[in-house]
Structures are given as structure tokens and as C-alpha cells.
Nanobody, 123 residues
């Protein structure tokens, strides 16, 4: 059983930064990638970034490329999403998830999900 817990969300002004954390526990021996997603009210869940377990290959959606950076600390079993130059349209609940076979940013290809953390970008 795998458990994921996100943290680090909150209220930030436009142009500001936040760092989200995703702490994993349980059996992680066969996971392929960890991804970050977000979902705003009334919108579909959107894939943002992923990082593979082996070589640390990273992948970003165009909407966040250049503003968000994904990283990991294997010793702590934690993946981070550093978010910069935040915009009001970045307001959403942010989720991390694990896939056993894919690094693509498609929610259906992820098997385990955290409960999410709210990010609100507003002045």
C-alpha cells in the first residue's frame, strides 16, 4: 500500500512562489514516476510535471514550463514542486500521484493519489 501526503499549499500573491512537498510511504519498489497535477473548480484535472524513479527524467506541461521545477529527495521519499511567478490562474487543488508504468501527464495512468493541497493566488 502506498500513501502520499501533499503539503506546502497556501495563499500567495501574484508573482510569488511556493514549494509543494509530496511525502511517500509504503511499498515504493516498483513505481515508475511521481507526478504533480492540479484541479481548479469546474475544470478537469491537469497534469503539470513528473519525475521518473530511476534516472530522474523530468517532464513538464507547457503551461508551467519555465515557472515550475520538480525535484526529489530519495532518502526522504519526497518529491517537490517549486512554483514561481504564480498567477491567479494557478489557483487550484494540487495533487501528487504515483504511476507504476508511465511518466506521461495523464491522470488515468496514475495509480495512487494524495489528498491534495490548496494553492490560492490572489492579491
Amino acid at each position: 500500500q502506498v500513501q502520499l501526503v501533499e503539503s506546502g499549499g497556501g495563499l500567495v500573491q501574484p508573482g510569488g512562489s511556493l514549494r509543494l512537498s509530496c511525502a511517500a510511504s509504503g511499498s515504493l519498489l516498483d513505481y515508475y514516476a511521481i507526478g504533480w497535477f492540479r484541479q481548479a473548480p469546474g475544470k478537469e484535472r491537469e497534469g503539470l510535471s513528473s519525475i521518473t524513479s530511476s534516472v530522474g527524467y523530468t517532464h513538464y506541461a507547457d503551461s508551467v514550463k519555465g515557472r515550475f521545477t520538480i525535484s526529489r529527495d530519495n532518502a526522504k521519499k519526497t518529491v517537490y514542486l517549486q512554483m514561481g511567478n504564480l498567477k491567479p490562474e494557478d489557483t487550484a487543488v494540487y495533487y501528487c500521484a504515483i504511476s507504476r508504468y508511465s511518466h506521461r501527464l495523464l491522470p488515468d495512468e496514475y495509480d495512487y493519489w494524495g489528498q491534495g493541497t490548496q494553492v490560492t493566488v490572489s492579491s
